[in-house]
Nanobody, 124 residues
């Protein structure tokens, strides 16, 4: 079992930045692909970004390209999401998830373990 705990969310003005962290416990995640998803009020959860266990392959949603960067530190069992140039439409609960099996990296069903989420609110 893997437990994932996100942190780093908060209230930020449009144009600002936030860095989300996701710490895993229970077992190492060094062999898992890791992803970030988000869910805005009244909307379905959507893919944001993901990377393989080596970090050699990344996948970003179109809205995240050029603004968000996913990275990982396997020694710390931690995954990060650096978010720059934030917009009000980025307001959502952000979840990290672990994917032991690989695949496309952007499909929710590929992820077996999920955190509880961290709220990101961007105001204009």
């Amino acid at each position: 079992q893997v437990q994932l705990v996100e942190s780093g969310g908060g209230l930020v003005q449009a144009g600002g930045s936030l860095r989300l962290s996701c710490v895993a416990s229970g077992r190492t995640i060094r062999n898992d692909a890791m992803g970030w998803f988000r869910q805005a009020p009244g909307k379905e959860r959507e893919f944001v970004a993901a990377l393989t266990w080596t970090g050699g392959r990344t996948n970003y949603a179109e809205f995240a390209k050029g603004r968000f960067t996913i990275s990982r530190n396997n020694a710390k069992n931690t995954v990060y999401l650096q978010m720059n140039s934030l917009k009000p439409e980025d307001t959502a609960v952000y979840y990290c998830a672990a994917n032991p099996g690989g695949g496309t990296l952007y499909k929710e069903y590929e992820y077996d373990y999920w955190g509880q989420g961290t709220q990101v609110t961007v105001y204009s």
